[in-house]
């Protein structure tokens, strides 16, 4: 079992930044993959960022240079530095943590509660 707590969303004007961060109950050097996904009203949950234990990072296109997705091990919490805002970064931000198997088969996923992250324009 994981618990995820979220925080570090809220409302930011167009081009400012927001830090998400998401602690974990556990230890999470053993989670092979730590991720945040969003939801915007109306759309289907999407991919953000992920990276793995051993520190490789997977970004949405889109987000490239913008996001930069970390993981303190020492502190068992993942965050997510989000640069350059848009009205379209409008969302839920979700944390996730994903137990896989050696080939890389999802076994078991776990979420957070999200995190509203609004951008002005």
């Known amino acids: 079992q994981v618990q995820l707590v979220e925080s570090g969303g809220g409302l930011v004007q167009a081009g400012g930044s927001l830090r998400l961060s998401c602690a974990a109950s556990?230890?999470?050097?053993?989670?092979?993959?730590m991720g945040w996904y969003r939801q915007a009203p109306g759309k289907q949950r999407e991919l953000v960022a992920t990276?793995?234990?051993?520190?490789?990072?997977n970004y949405a296109d889109s987000l490239k240079g913008r996001f930069t997705i970390s993981r303190d091990n020492a502190k068992n919490t993942v965050n997510l530095q989000m640069n350059s805002l848009k009205p379209e970064d409008t969302a839920v931000y979700y944390c996730?943590?994903?137990?896989?198997?050696?080939?890389?088969?999802?076994?078991?996923?776990?979420w957070g509660q999200g995190t509203q992250v609004t951008v002005s324009s």
């Open positions: 990276i793995t234990n051993g520190g490789s990072t």
């Open positions: 996730n943590a994903r137990f896989t198997s050696v080939t890389g088969r999802t076994i078991r996923d776990y």
């Open positions: 556990r230890s999470i050097s053993s989670i092979n993959v």
